[in-house]
């Protein structure tokens, strides 16, 4: 049993802590705004310029002018601004993002991340994550699948990827498990349904530990 995208999102969704200012990554990271809870307050910043995205618009009342960093037509909520892209990494920069959501090839135990660039011939596109995950108070990883296409971990001892920033990530979220980033290791804080704590471990490229109070997931993303 695994965790779809949706699940992943919804569960980010919830450990987010209300008045946080939070970049969301390009790709599946985009979905966790569909999941932030209407009653509560949460400002999304999106490095083309953006404070206070909302959700993704829907088809009849997509603006083109109005776009997030992966060029998805979005919303803006009451009170929203947009301003400058040299002022967007200003608030990166400056330390004022409370959590940024991304994805990544691979995780170290120790919080590297690689997330840029693969072997072949695709260029590699870093985009604004080595300056949000040096600027950003906390980092979480999404990971759609804790495996690679051909099995290979992406929780791993150390990267084999060109990094992106150096210990930094303080949570993975995968479709296997939740995992905290402390510095004596990985510690396991949710696991999906069904799933043995050997399992995980044998798909994972590093060793890991299991909180008492461990939570299991069901599909639901509870």
Not at 119 to 148: C, E, F, N, R, Y
Request: glycine share 10%.
């Amino acid at each position: 049993m695994k965790l779809s995208s949706t699940d992943i999102a919804r569960r980010v969704a919830g450990d987010i802590a209300e008045g946080s200012y939070v970049n969301l990554g390009i790709g599946m990271p985009m979905l966790v705004a569909e999941f932030l809870p209407n009653d509560l307050e949460f400002v999304l910043h999106t490095e083309n310029g953006m404070l206070g995205m909302g959700p993704r618009a829907s088809e009849d009342k997509e603006d083109w002018d109005l776009i997030n960093a992966g060029k998805q037509a979005v919303t803006i909520l009451p009170g929203g601004s947009f301003f400058h892209h040299a002022d967007s990494f200003a608030m990166i920069r400056g330390g004022h993002i409370d959590i940024s959501v991304l994805g990544a090839y691979e995780v170290a135990a120790n919080g590297d991340i690689a997330n840029w660039s693969l072997p072949g011939p695709k260029p590699p596109a870093v985009g604004g994550a080595m300056d949000l995950v040096a600027g950003a108070k906390q980092v979480w990883v999404i990971l759609a699948s804790h495996v690679a296409k051909q099995g290979a971990p992406k929780v791993v001892e150390r990267c084999s990827l060109p990094l992106t920033g150096v210990a930094c990530v303080d949570r993975i979220y995968s479709d296997l498990a939740t995992i905290e980033v402390t510095p004596d290791g990985l510690v396991v804080k949710a696991i999906v349904s069904g799933l043995t704590e050997e399992d995980l471990r044998s798909k994972t490229g590093t060793s890991l530990s299991f909180a008492q109070d461990c939570l299991i997931l069901t599909p639901d993303g509870s």
